[in-house]
C-alpha cells in the first residue's frame, strides 16, 4: 500500500473525517460537509452516528463532490482524544473504506499536528496488514480496493519527516507478523535463523548458534525439546550498537521460538493444534524490535536472543521423567513435554546474562495455556524481579494500546516445581500454572533485573475488531519493547 501525504486529496477519493463525540461536523469536517451542500450533517441527522469511538458513517457519491466518499469517523469524546484514539479513527477510517471499491483513500487531517498526521498513516499501515501470500484464487471483489492512502496534512512535508521513525516501526510490526504468520513446514528453526540473519542489511549483527555449538555450551534444555524433530535447532543472537559511545551494559531481550509445539511425547489434542504454530510469538517479538531499533537508528545498545525449536514425537524425544543439565548447572526432571518453553528460556536466559551482562533482560513467550484462562485475550502477564522495570513496562504498553497486567511472582508458590529426584521438575500442575513457569524462569536469570511476559492471550487474535491490529498474528510486544526502550534508554 502507498502512503502520501498531501495538502489535497486526489479528485477521485473516499475522504475521510474525523467527527467527535456529541459534536457537529467541524474543522476538515465541517468544510468537507458544507462543501457537500449539508449531506454530512443531514446524514447524522437521519442516524445513529453520533460521533462515538469506533463508529463511522459512509455517503456513496456525495453530490457537489468529486470524492467517490464522504466517510465520517468517530473520534470519540473530543478531550479524550490521544494518540491512541487517533490511531483508531484512522485504522476505522481504513476499516470502513477498504472494500468500498474506491481506490484511494484520503484522511484529513489537515487541522492536527504533524506528529499526529504520521501517526494516523501509521494506525493505517498497521490496520492494513494481510499475509495472503498462499492465497491464489481469492477474487478481486474480496481484496481490499484501496492502494493509496493518502493523508491530508497542513505540512505535508513535516508530516513525512514525524512518519519516518514510525514506518520503521510498522515495518518491524509487519516482519514479525509475517514470521508468526508462516506455517511450520516453511518457517522451521533454519529458515527463520536465515530470515534475522537478512536482518544484518539493516545494521544488525546476526549470530547463529546450531546444535553442535550449542551442546559444546550444555545448552541441554534447549537442546531436549528439538531432539525429537527432523529440524535443526537453533540459537540467533541480534545486536544493535546504536549508542557506541555510552558505557553502559545493554539491554536485554529474549524470545521463545517454538515453530511448531506438538506437545512432545505429552501430545496436545488434535483440535486446535494447528494454532501452534504461533507459538513462536515472542522470538517474534524480539525480532520485531531489533528491526524497528535497527530500522529507526535508534542511539541504544540492545541485544536480543531467540531460542528456535520444534517440538516433536519421535523415538528420539525427550520423555517424561527424563532429568536434563541446563547450561546453569542445575537440573530438571521433565515432568511433561509439553512444558517445553520454559526449557528453552532456560538456557537461554543464562547464556544471555552470562554473556552480556546486561542491566536488565525481559523475555516473551507463548508459555502457557494458563495465561489464557486468567487474563482472556485482552492483556499479556507481566512477572518480574524489579519494580521499576515492571512499571516502565506497563507504562509503555499503555502508551502503545498493546495491555499488560502485573502477575504475582512469590516463593509460596516453590513448592509446587520441587522435584525429588532433580533440582526441579518442569510443571507444577494446573493450579497457579503461568506463576509456576514464571518461577521457573528466575532460577536461570542469575538476580539480574528481569521481567518474563507471557504472551499467549495476546500474541494471536480470533474474532478481534481491533482497528489496528487485524485478525491472525497482532504483532504483540514489538510496539510495546519498543516505546520502553525510547523511554527508558535511549540517549
Ligand atoms: N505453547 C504452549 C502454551 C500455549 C497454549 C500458548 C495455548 C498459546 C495457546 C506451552 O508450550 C504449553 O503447552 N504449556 C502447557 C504447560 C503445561 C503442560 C504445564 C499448557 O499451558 O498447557
Ligand atoms: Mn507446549
Ligand atoms: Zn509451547
Not at 62 to 74: D, K, N, Q, S, Y
Not at 132 to 138: C, L, M, Q, S, V
Not at 191 to 218: H, P, S, T
Not at 446 to 471: C, E, F, M, S, Y
Request: negative net charge; charged residues 20%.
Amino acid at each position: 500500500m502507498n502512503i502520501e501525504f498531501v495538502g489535497s486529496p486526489a479528485p477521485q477519493a473516499a475522504i475521510a473525517v474525523l467527527v467527535f463525540d456529541g459534536e457537529k461536523p467541524a474543522g476538515p469536517a465541517g468544510r468537507w460537509d458544507q462543501a457537500a451542500g449539508g449531506a454530512l450533517s443531514r446524514a447524522m441527522g437521519a442516524g445513529r452516528f453520533t460521533g462515538g469511538k469506533g463508529q463511522s458513517l459512509v455517503l456513496t457519491a456525495p453530490a457537489g463532490l468529486e470524492a467517490t466518499h464522504l466517510v465520517a469517523i468517530g473520534g470519540g469524546k473530543q478531550d479524550g482524544f490521544d494518540d491512541l484514539a487517533l490511531e483508531n479513527a484512522a485504522g476505522s477510517a481504513y476499516a470502513a473504506v477498504k472494500g468500498s471499491g474506491s481506490r484511494t483513500l484520503a484522511i484529513d487531517v489537515s487541522d492536527l499536528s504533524a506528529a499526529q498526521a504520521a501517526r494516523a498513516a501509521f494506525a493505517v499501515r498497521l490496520g492494513a496488514y494481510r499475509f495472503d501470500k498462499y492465497r491464489t484464487t481469492e477474487k478481486p471483489e474480496a481484496k481490499p480496493s484501496v492502494t493509496t492512502v493518502q493523508i491530508v496534512a497542513a505540512d505535508p512535508a513535516a508530516a513525512q519527516a514525524a512518519f519516518s521513525p514510525l514506518n520503521a516501526i510498522a515495518d518491524a510490526v509487519y516482519f514479525a507478523r509475517d514470521l508468526v504468520s508462516e506455517p511450520s513446514n516453511v518457517l522451521y528453526p533454519e529458515e527463520y535463523a536465515r530470515r534475522v540473519k537478512a536482518l544484518e542489511a539493516l545494521g544488525l549483527k546476526v549470530e547463529i548458534l546450531g546444535e553442535a555449538e550449542m551442546a559444546k555450551l550444555g545448552m541441554n534444555t534447549l537442546l531436549c525439546v528439538g531432539q525429537g524433530s527432523r529440524r535443526e535447532s537453533q540459537t540467533v543472537i541480534m545486536r544493535w550498537e546504536g549508542d557506541p559511545a555510552s558505557k553502559d551494559a545493554p539491554v536485554a531481550f529474549i524470545g521463545k521460538g517454538v515453530t511448531f509445539d506438538t506437545g512432545g511425547i505429552s501430545i496436545k489434542p488434535a483440535e486446535g493444534m494447528e494454532d501452534m504454530k504461533f507459538d513462536m510469538g515472542g522470538s517474534a517479538a524480539v525480532v520485531g524490535l531489533m528491526h524497528a531499533l535497527a530500522g529507526r537508528k535508534a542511539k541504544v545498545n540492545a541485544v536480543g536472543l531467540i531460542g528456535l525449536v520444534e517440538n516433536m514425537p519421535d523415538g528420539a524425544a525427550i520423555k517424561p521423567g527424563d532429568v536434563v543439565t541446563s547450561l546453569s548447572g542445575q537440573t530438571v526432571e521433565v515432568i511433561n513435554t509439553d512444558a517445553e518453553g520454559r526449557l528453552v528460556l532456560a538456557d537461554v536466559l543464562w547464556y544471555a546474562q552470562d554473556r552480556f551482562k546486561p542491566r536488565l533482560m525481559v523475555d516473551l513467550a507463548t508459555l502457557t495455556g494458563a495465561m489464557i484462562i486468567a487474563l482472556g485475550h485482552d492483556y499479556a502477564g507481566c512477572f518480574s524481579n524489579d519494580d521499576t522495570l515492571s512499571d516502565q513496562l506497563i507504562a509503555a504498553s499503555k502508551g502503545v494500546g498493546e495491555h499488560l497486567w502485573r502477575m504475582p511472582l512469590t516463593p509460596l508458590y516453590e513448592k509446587q516445581i520441587e522435584s525429588e529426584i532433580a533440582d526441579m521438575k518442569n510443571t507444577g500442575g494446573r493450579p497457579g500454572g503461568s506463576i509456576t513457569a514464571a518461577l521457573f524462569l528466575q532460577k536461570f536469570v542469575n538476580g539480574v533485573p528481569w521481567a518474563h511476559l507471557d504472551i499467549a492471550p495476546t500474541a494471536w487474535r480470533k474474532n478481534t475488531t481491533n482497528p489496528v491490529a487485524p485478525q491472525g498474528a497482532s504483532g504483540y510486544g514489538v510496539r510495546l519493547l519498543d516505546r520502553f526502550v525510547a523511554e527508558n534508554f535511549e540517549s
